[in-house]
């Protein structure tokens, strides 16, 4: 069974790339997205692409940079996901815990990036935090997905889900699954079914059980899978998650 890490920063890593890498592939894990916050790391993520056999890019910016996404910075990420090894657009959304972007500001970023996946017929990955009205108000403007939607480290309730599912989504779970007290999103987990959940770390953050509040790694995707696997009530060795990405994995 080969896992593949649908949302990770391979830039931010403290460590070296390869070597993280190395160590995710003798745990299970055979491909890893590598996802952009920002102009600036989406080129180092499309650089590590080209660097390692099984690593893609999404580029974007972070709703928390929103306020720079200007014209000539969309014409940029437009020009680098003409790259094959780009697989999608983001992340981006709403961030209204942190609010390090004027609201109007994320809300305009959000809505030129799905613009921007739905020219290019590519999958958008969606921040959303504390934000989840505004965000369903937004995406069901650009419904169907028709699996080009990805709900990164999703952390609404089972009618989220639902609502997510059918506007042709996907639910991507990351370390806080496998925390004890994170009930609702177990809940979530039980009650999707298996082919819209997807598994990420977002590393380096959200590290899995018992490594909470270290440096997380793509190696530790396999932690958050056998959760995955123990409540759906199913051998870790029969998981077969979907992969709205790409086909080579």
Sequence with gaps: MGLVDTHAHLDLLEEEVGEALRRAGEAGVTAVVSVGIDLESSRRALELSRAFPGVYAVVGVHPHDASQLDRA????LASLAEDPRVVGIGETGLDFYRNLSPRGDQERAFRRQLDLARELSLPVVVHDREAHAETLRILEEYAPFEGRLVMHCFSGDTGMA?????MGGYVSVAGPVT?????????VVRETPL???LVETD???LSPYPYR???NVPERLALIARKVAELKGIPYEELAFPNPFFSEA
Excluded at 73 to 76: E, N, Q, V
Excluded at 162 to 166: F, M
Excluded at 179 to 187: M, N, S, V
């Design 73 to 76: 910075t969309l014409r940029a």
């Design 203 to 205: 590393c380096p953050f």
């Design 179 to 187: 925390f004890p007290k994170a009930r609702r999103l177990q809940e």
């Design 162 to 166: 639902r609502t997510v599912i059918d």
């Design 213 to 215: 509040g270290k440096p």
């Design 195 to 197: 082919e819209r959940i």
